[in-house]
């Protein structure tokens, strides 16, 4: 991420970084190592070295990250009773705290986004049962509440869609990406995000998907930097769809065979497990929510249960 370079010293070294890479962005929020070299000034004998790690906030903001500032996803809950809730990822593969807000009307859809606006936060798009899309900007940390500031994208129209998923940047412009699926034809369409904070023009990327009955935008599985999609069909074959930075995704590559038979939700939900891949969440039909862990080459590992008692929640997102 950066390379800092000092001069001659007596007794002791003090270096500091900003957060930013050598040419002034900001590295995205995380754990990260670092290693300190120290040449003798006589230049005989070995060089002296320490190495430990540091945790960076106030930095770019990590995909689903939206509560901790520290690079760990964070999973979105509705109830029937208009609650919102982030559930913090706790980095062990869990989640822990959660920050809430109530008054939403349970028949909206929402969709975790990343930042929209530029304050290195990420934003949440909201769809209302009028078809109105919104994207909130709560903040770093806070919750999402009826009166957080919000940018209306739309006042109608978006209730054609019975998809809505952000599978992250599939256009190489380093924002987030919204994928939708027209109820009535199956056709995906990439809506772009833009500089001003906005949805450019939808774009027809696909036609009649109507065979998957889930769409998941999972960010970036095989560490190529663009995001991802995962597709589950009627015979519960999972398929990924790699993206790519000219706002399309490669062929489908079949991931998995009698996959996920007993979800009714399946999330991906960012790094949870603070490796620096990409996982899945998932609930199935008990309520009981199951994790895959992201191998990086755009595949899972075998699932572990994390916790019961999921059913009481409308949606997750």
């Known amino acids: ?20 890479t ?33 945790k960076l906030t106030g930095g770019a903001a990590v995909r689903r990250d939206h509560v901790g500032s520290d690079g760990i996803g964070d999973l979105l809950t509705l109830t029937s009773q208009g609650a919102l809730s982030f559930h913090r990822g706790d980095g062990a593969g869990k989640f822990s705290t ?21 304050d290195r936060c990420n934003d ?8 109105a899309l919104r994207a909130y900007r709560p903040g770093c940390g806070k919750a999402l509440t009826t009166s957080t500031p919000y940018t209306t994208l739309g006042t109608s129209g978006w209730n054609q869609y019975n998809v809505l998923t952000s599978p992250g940047d599939i256009t190489g412009d380093d924002r987030a990406d919204l994928i939708a699926r027209q109820a009535s034809t199956g056709d995906i369409y990439l809506y772009k ?48 769809y790699v993206g790519t930075a000219t706002g399309g995704f490669r062929a489908r590559v079949k991931v998995a065979d009698n996959w ?35 191998d990086g080459k755009g595949s899972f590992g ?16």
């Open 22 to 54: 050598s040419t002034g962005a900001y590295v995205p929020n995380g754990t990260y190592s670092w290693t300190l070299t120290a040449a003798p000034a006589d230049k005989l004998g070995a060089s002296a070295t320490a190495s430990g790690t540091l």
């Open 193 to 240: 995000a833009t500089s001003s904070g906005k949805l450019s023009a939808r774009v027809k990327i696909f036609s009649k998907w109507s065979g998957y009955k889930k769409i998941i935008g999972v960010g970036d599985l095989n560490g190529d930097g663009y995001g991802d999609l995962l597709a589950q069909d009627t015979s519960n074959r999972l398929w990924r």
């Open 124 to 131: 949440v798009l909201v769809r209302f049962s009028s078809g």
């Open 98 to 118: 959660k920050t809430s807000a109530s008054g939403w009307p349970a028949s909206i859809t929402v969709v975790p986004f990343g930042d929209l606006n530029g």
């Open 1 to 20: 991420m950066r390379t800092l370079s000092g001069g001659a010293t007596h007794d002791a070294v003090r270096t500091s970084w900003n957060g930013r």
């Open 260 to 294: 996920g038979a007993s979800y009714n939700v399946v999330v991906g939900v960012g790094d949870v497990t603070g490796d620096g891949r990409t996982d899945l969440v998932s609930r199935d039909t008990s309520g009981k929510l199951w994790r895959n862990d992201g």
């Open 302 to 317: 075998p699932r572990s249960g994390i916790a019961i008692g999921w059913q009481g929640y409308k949606a997750l997102y």
